[in-house]
């Protein structure tokens, strides 16, 4: 799980731009399931088939960005953000171009951080020109603050973009944990879920499952300064009762809740009072779907220093490969 996620970050892939995370991915599930395809749109669906239900688990591929919008003469880069962008915590930071060639994201120099908008931001790529910034980026290329990956003390890891890179890695390792799932199940990498949850919902149309689970981040209550939140690292994945995008299923909840006690997986319920998953598109595609979502209890989400405990992330994999055994 671990080799996974340093895999997984290190791949540039913002809102559209999936295509090598996806690469990456499909070579990996190949040997664990009937069919590797991808859709239209770009989502990668791996399906293994069963005599239960039908299962779609997903989570996304995508992470938040920026894409290029103007060259200036003297070289430095105008663009807009590609997702929610916290502009305060991108400042001054090294950024990775999908082509691997490097900036800073910096404020124009008079902009005080109360002020921070995207258009009075640029990217120095240490150059003089406009020309030689055209060898390093063009027009609609896209690109992401520089990934991370670092072990805290107390089991924690911390990084960008955790977010929902560790929701591949889970269902990635969950995949390698069976070898054999009693429902008939389908393990959707999804695209474009930082715009506006798009790749689930085409891909759950197609599907048509009975269940749908959303593997996302989520809030705590336990950073410093944080709302009152009942959501802790280091207490197991948290079971999503609702957002601002989704009332979760009440019969789903309460097989997420007991499949997790049946199995001695720690859990905790989570209420979160804004933000969406995968999870809302599920639930609302074709004829709708029970829908709901095992969350990662996440410090600093869009940031350069997510963090997670390795407890809780173990514990998503752990109540993941049981539901997929499960009588539903």
């Known amino acids: 799980m671990i080799k996974y996620i340093k895999d997984l970050v290190k791949i540039i892939s913002v809102s559209g731009h999936e295509e090598k995370i996806r690469e990456y991915i ?28 039908k299962l779609m688990f997903c989570a996304h591929m995508d992470e938040i960005g920026f894409i290029v919008t103007y060259i200036e003469d003297d070289g430095f880069v105008r663009f807009a953000p590609i997702g929610g962008i916290s502009l305060a915590a991108a400042a001054y930071s090294e950024v990775i171009f999908e082509n691997g060639k490097a900036g800073v994201i910096v404020p124009e120099s008079e902009v005080k951080p109360a002020d921070y908008k995207a258009d009075s931001f640029v990217v120095d790529l240490g150059v003089k020109t406009k020309k030689e910034a055209e060898r390093i980026c063009r027009i609609g290329d896209t690109f992401a603050v520089a990934p991370t990956v670092k072990a805290l003390a107390g ?7 955790l977010d929902d890179k ?7 390792a969950a995949a390698e944990s069976s070898d ?9 990498f999804t695209v474009q879920e930082e715009v506006g949850i798009r790749g689930a919902r085409t891909a759950a149309f197609a599907i048509a499952p009975d269940y749908g689970i959303a593997i996302d981040v989520t809030a705590t209550g336990d950073a410093k300064g944080a709302k009152p939140m009942a959501v802790k690292l280091g207490d197991g994945p948290a ?9 979760c299923d009440v019969t789903l909840v309460e097989k997420m809740k007991a499949t997790a006690k049946a199995n001695g997986i720690p859990y905790q319920l989570e209420i979160l009072p804004y933000g969406g998953t995968d999870a809302a598109s599920m639930q609302l595609a074709g004829e709708g779907a029970r829908a709901g979502c095992i ?17 809780d992330v173990c514990g998503a994999i752990d109540l993941t490969v049981a539901l997929c055994k499960a009588e539903f």
């Open 295 to 311: 969350s990662i209890p996440t410090r600093y989400i869009h940031t350069a220093v997510e963090t997670v405990a390795t407890k």
């Open 166 to 172: 560790i929701g591949c890695a889970i269902l990635m």
């Open 155 to 161: 089991g924690k890891l911390c990084g960008r973009p």
């Open 26 to 53: 499909a070579e990996k599930m190949e040997p664990y399931f009937d069919s590797v395809t991808t859709d239209a749109l770009g989502n990668l669906i791996c399906r293994k088939t069963g005599k239960g239900k």
């Open 239 to 247: 079971v999503k009762i609702k957002d601002q995008s989704a009332i």
């Open 180 to 188: 054999e799932f009693k429902n008939d199940v389908t393990f959707v």
